[in-house]
């Protein structure tokens, strides 16, 4: 097989539901985050740590096929 196969697509499923641990306690955001890809489930107690899941998740799969990515600040070279 090649190295250079193409990135294959990522696919997340996110569940969000509210909840508190007792009635005294204010509701929060929880959420099931399920990569199809690998089969994994994670359930994190926030939105932003759902979303850096996903965005790491994304970036080991793309360092997989691109090798190092470039710095944001970098030349893009389209000039």
Known sequence: MSSQQPLSDQVFILRFWR??????????????????????????????????????????????HDGPERPADAPSGKD
């Open 19 to 64: 909840e508190s641990a007792d009635a005294g306690e204010y509701a929060r955001w929880r959420v099931l985050v399920r990569n199809i890809n690998t089969r994994r489930r994670d359930v994190v107690d926030d939105v932003q740590r759902a979303f850096a899941i996903v965005a790491s998740n994304l970036n080991a799969a793309a360092g997989e």
